[in-house]
Structures are given as C-alpha cells and as structure tokens.
C-alpha cells in the first residue's frame, strides 16, 4: 500500500505547509526557551524540520503491525519507534551541533538545557502523527471496501441484465412474426390477437425485468402468455399444464427466472417431437425454499439440439443472486426432462 | 415453366403462409403438404415434385438431413428464422434461403430461382458429398439417414460395425442388417469420427469399438476380427492407420 500522505498529493501539501512551522517550532521552542540566542538558532532549526519530516515513517509502524494486533501491540510499537527515533535524532542533534559549533557556538553549549524538552515534544509529535496515520490507513481501507463492495455490485447487476437481455430468443420473435404474417392472410382475427398477445409478454417481460423480484403469480402469468404464443405455431402438438401448489402464494423469485427453461423445453423438447408433448410446471415449497419443476417430453433418439446455454444462464443468475442457497438440477429420465429449480424462499 | 411444388413444415401457419401466397404464383401447383422430413422424402418418392420448400429445424430428421436423402432429384429451397444455416445451405447447392418472416415479392424471387436452375438442369450432383462439405470441422455425423424408395432408416452412428463399397453405393453393416446408402466410401469417411472409424482397406470402414484383435494371416496380409466373429481384410496402409490409433 502507498503511503497515505507522500502519495497523495491534497495531503502532501498539507503536510508541507504544516512541516515548516511544526519543525522549526520544535527545534527553535525549546532552545530559545532555554534563553538561546536567536543568531545561533538555524541548526537547531534544520534539525527540529530534520524530525518532523522524519516522524513521517511512523507510517510504516502502524501500517506494517502484524495483521490482527490489537491496541495494545499497537501501543508498544508506536511507543518503541517514538523512543527509538527520538534518541537517534538527539544523539544526531548532538554530533551535528559539535559539527557546527565553529559557526554557531551556542546550540551545543545549551544542548542539555534544551534537550530534553525537545525529545519531549518531538516524542509526542512522534504519536500525534501515527496516530494521524492510523486513522488515514482506517479511513483508506474502509474506502477501498467500499470501492470492492460497489464493484461488485455492478458486477453482479451487469451479468444479470445480461442474462436478462438473453432471456427472450430473437428466433421466438421472428418465427412469431412469420405467424402473424401467415394468420393475416386468412384469419385477420387470429392475427390481431396474436399481435396483441405478442405485444403484452414483450410489454410485461420488460415490466418484470426491471424489478429485483416479482410475486411468482407474475412469474407463472408469463409463462402461460409465452406457452400461448407458442401454441399458435405448434397447435396441438404443444400441451402444457402449470400447477401452483398451496403455499406459494405471495412467494417472490427473480423475474423471467422460469423463461428460458420453458423455451427450452419447447425448442428441444416439444419441437423434437412429431407429434408433440407435454410441459409441466409444478412449483411448491418446500420448508424454507421454493421448489419449481419444469417437465418437458422430449425425443431421446433425437440429435442433441442444446448447447446448454440456457440452463448455465441460470445457474450464473441464481448464483450471483443467491450464491449456494440456489440450485439447479437438470437431466433426462427416459422420454422426459426434468429441471429442478431450489430458490429461498423470499419474503414480500 | 409450370413447377410441380412441396411444403414441408412442421408448423401449420409456416405452411399456410406459403400455401397463400403460391396460390397466387403463376404455372405453381402444390401437390404435397409435408409436417416433417420422413413425410417430405416419402412425396419426392411418390409425387415427384420439381421444388421443395424446405423448414430447417423439425423433429426426426431436419432439413438438411431430407436434402441429403433426396437433394438429387429436386430443387430445395431451404425457409428458416435461422440465418445462421445460410452458408451452409448454399454449399449443399439449396437454390434458395428464404428467412422467415418472409414476404411474396421474395418468394417470387426464390420461385424465378427455381426456374433458372431448373431450365438450367445442371448434372446431378452428389448431395451427400456436399452436405460432407458443409459440415462444420470438428463435427462428425451422430446418425445415418438412409432412404429405401419411400422408407427412410436412422441408423445411430455407435450401431454402426462397419461400412463396405459396393459399385456406387455403400453398404451400411449395423447387427444384422445392411443397408444401401448411395454415397462413396470417401465421402462418408470424411463425415465421420476419424478417431472412431478407420479405413482399413479401401473397401472397408470398420468402427474400431467393434475390433476385437488382428490377425497375421501372412507376412503382409492381416484380418481385423470383430467382435461378432466377422473378418475384414486389413491393407498394409489400412494396418499403419490402425497402429497409429492403437
């Protein structure tokens, strides 16, 4: 992680605005409270702005504490590192005030009058500013969760409106139109009705897609006005029977969740077969979960039309709905499919 | 040119669409109505007609699996919502693709087409060959259509044990039966699982889950021995691809 402060430029600033002051405040303070004579003051300034940019490493102390230390840890090593640094820096003071006493005399003759003050300060200067960065690396993590947590959630959002996208085949469009196309010839009635039939599952799946949840009633409604419309093209080969059991009234599921097993169950089902089949759709409960079963008749000798993207659709929506607490289970038994749908059950 | 036409469709307003609107096309009578592929090889068989207008996707046997059985003696015009068959039917020689929903204007167009195609009467062509040719690399026939004067077999492609030449047709061993299927050896090779039917002669493709062991015979000729005890010979050239796959 970068440092919360040399990394980030509006508090760099800060930090140089209030470096200046601060650091010759601490190495100036004590010493002319010690009755130094200004003249003789600019080592002891260099050396007080020498800490305060110094005690900017106090960073690494609170940043790099073992993960999962506790205050207390916490405590001891900024307390440690305060010591430490600050005896550095005296004993530097010390070596640089021997150096310079040719030039100004009067820092390394009152050095043990002023010492000890400075130390004082410059140990709490020490703490002040770790625990300044304590609560920046605080701050900056929560932010960061933050950033991961809504990420996510886009994520998650993105894939299901994909997946909604996905929900309704164009190819149901167009070989409805072609009905429609057919109808008007001979049966402008028919027709109309189609139309209008076409025009209120787009007009509701739409409605539906929108919400994170629908009643199941909603759900079963579309089902039906899809089944209807595929009735047109497929006559009687398509029989279909939904059955709500008592119990699931005012159930909530994802919208549109059942649709692509239905198109399944038509296209790979219903369509495999000279003359026609059944759907079934059962939904109950079951304990805290909903249960929906879609059964299609199929032809077993048929050549394998899926290719599985419908039912792996779902699943990545139940998943990143409901994460383990959805299932699916899908498989043939003998001339019939079966898919098995587990949802919690959500309250309205 | 008056054009003697079938419908085949598995859904009734597709075919009622169609119906309308040739009804209004000139010198075009319809003499078949067909809901699914084994009723349309069954009217080319008895009626003769000159054009098929053909749905892709139906139960059994799909669109191109009629054209593969019947593509030598009719114009196909292939109709589907799917455009994704397009290139495809084109390169199995359809003289048409209509997309659904379509409208008259278009379907005059197919019709002209036919007509073109027909005066045309371009020599037979091998069907098989090229629905051989417009199979996608990588995916291999699961299934044999084969069609005796109106019948037509499915025969699962795991049935099969193995395939001989006979003049222009080859024979289609699976258990006890044969079958005659009018295609060339190389041409149904190319269609099927290199890694599960292997030319062991150049009259012979064997189904290598059927081969039971090899047998030397001399130094240079060897029999394949199956499962059921039948023998095949096996060509020097036939052995060195079964030692490669073994």
């Known amino acids: ?348 | 040119m008056p054009l003697r036409v079938a419908l085949v469709d598995d859904e009734a307003p597709a075919r009622m669409v169609l119906r309308e609107f040739l009804a209004h096309a000139p010198e075009v009578t319809i003499v078949a109505e067909c809901a699914n592929g084994f009723e349309a090889v069954k009217a080319v068989a008895d009626l003769q007609p000159d054009v098929l207008f053909l749905d892709v996707q139906m139960p059994k046997l799909d669109g191109f699996e009629v054209l593969d059985l019947v593509g030598r003696d009719v114009a196909v015009v292939f109709t589907t919502a799917y455009d994704e068959f397009a290139l495809k039917a084109f390169e199995v020689h359809a003289v048409d693709y209509l997309l659904k929903p379509f409208g008259r204007a278009r379907l005059a167009e197919a019709l002209a087409r036919v007509r073109e195609r027909l005066a045309a009467r371009p020599a037979a062509t091998d069907a098989p060959a090229l629905a051989a040719a417009a199979r996608l690399p990588g995916t291999w026939l699961t299934r044999l259509v084969i069609r005796d004067g109106a019948d037509v077999h499915v025969i699962p492609i795991d049935q099969v044990d193995y395939v001989e030449t006979q003049d222009d047709y080859v024979a289609v061993h699976a258990g006890e039966r044969t079958r005659l299927k009018e295609q060339t050896l190389a041409s149904l090779e190319s269609q099927l699982d290199p890694y599960r039917f292997v030319r062991v002669h150049r009259s012979y493709l064997l189904n290598l889950d059927r081969l039971a062991r090899l047998e030397a015979v001399s130094k240079d000729v060897r029999m394949a021995i199956l499962r059921d005890g039948r023998r095949l010979p096996v060509s020097r050239s036939g052995f060195a691809r079964l030692q490669e796959l073994l």
């Open chain 1, 1 to 348: 992680m970068l440092h919360p402060v040399l990394h980030h430029w509006p508090r760099l600033r800060l930090f140089l605005l209030l470096w200046v002051p601060t650091g010759t405040l601490l190495g100036v303070g004590p010493y002319l409270a010690a009755d130094g004579p200004a003249g003789d003051a600019w080592p002891v300034t260099i050396w007080g702005l020498v800490f305060a940019a110094a005690a900017q490493a106090s960073y690494y102390l609170v940043r790099f504490a073992p993960p999962g230390s506790g205050a207390g840890t916490l405590l001891w090593r900024v307390g440690g590192g305060a010591l430490l640094t600050v005896a550095l820096w005296s004993a530097a003071g010390w070596a640089w005030f021997q150096l310079l006493s040719p030039l100004a005399p009067a820092p390394e003759a009152l050095f043990g009058r002023f010492a000890g003050m400075a130390a004082a300060a410059a140990a709490c200067l020490f703490v002040a500013m770790s625990a300044v960065h304590h609560a920046l690396v605080a701050a900056d993590g929560r932010a960061d969760a933050q950033a991961r947590i809504h990420a996510a959630e886009v994520g998650a959002r993105e894939s299901e409106l994909r997946a909604l996208r996905a929900q309704v085949n164009p190819h149901f469009l167009f070989n409805c139109l072609h009905s429609i196309s057919a109808l008007a010839g001979q049966d402008p009635e028919a027709a109309r009705r189609m139309c209008q039939q076409l025009a209120d599952f787009f007009r509701d799946s739409l409605q539906a897609g929108s919400e994170r949840l629908i009643p199941i009633e909603t759900e079963v409604a579309l089902v039906a006005r899809y089944l209807d419309i595929e009735q047109v093209r497929f006559g009687n080969r398509l029989r279909h029977a939904i059955r709500l059991e008592s119990g699931v009234e005012g159930l909530r599921v994802p919208p549109l969740i059942l649709q692509p097993l239905i198109e399944n169950a038509v296209r790979h089902g219903i369509a495999t077969l000279i003359d026609g089949g059944e759907i079934t759709v059962a939904l109950t409960t079951d304990g805290e979960r909903a249960v929906a079963v879609v059964e299609n008749q199929f032809d077993p000798d048929g050549r394998r039309t899926g290719t599985g993207i419908g039912l792996a659709n779902v699943r990545a929506r139940l998943a990143s709905l409901y994460q383990e607490r959805a299932s699916l289970t899908a498989g043939a038994d003998g001339d019939r499919y079966r898919v098995r749908v587990v949802l919690p059950r959500e309250a309205a």
